[in-house]
Nanobody, 119 residues
Framework: QVQLVESGGGLVQAGGSLRLSCKTSGNIFSIVAMGWYRQTPGKQRELVAVITRGGSTNHADSVKGRFTISRDDAKNTVYLQMDSLIPEDTAVYYC?????????????WGQGTQVTVSS
């Protein structure tokens, strides 16, 4: 099992910055990738950014150049630095982890943290 606890959401004006954190615990050695997703009412959850065990990263086109995913292995924490925020970034942001148990993959989710960008 893997536990994820997010923090860092809040209200910010357009053009501002926020940093989300996702603290992991449990069977962290099984994790092969972690990412951030976001969801607004009535829409599907969408991938924002992902970082693999090897350190490769990928960001959605809508956030490239503005958001950066990173991790601190010593703190078992993944971050999402969000700069130049726009109102369209308003959503609940979820931390995600995928674990590999041989041929079985498990997906874990955090509780979500609200990000609101005012115009």
């Amino acid at each position: 099992q893997v536990q994820l606890v997010e923090s860092g959401g809040g209200l910010v004006q357009a053009g501002g910055s926020l940093r989300l954190s996702c603290k992991t615990s449990g069977n962290i050695f099984s994790i092969v990738a972690m990412g951030w997703y976001r969801q607004t009412p009535g829409k599907q959850r969408e991938l924002v950014a992902v970082i693999t065990r090897g350190g490769s990263t990928n960001h959605a086109d809508s956030v490239k150049g503005r958001f950066t995913i990173s991790r601190d292995d010593a703190k078992n924490t993944v971050y999402l630095q969000m700069d130049s925020l726009i109102p369209e970034d308003t959503a609940v942001y979820y931390c995600h982890a995928r674990s590999d148990y041989g041929l079985i993959f498990n997906d874990y989710w955090g509780q979500g943290t609200q990000v609101t960008v005012s115009s």
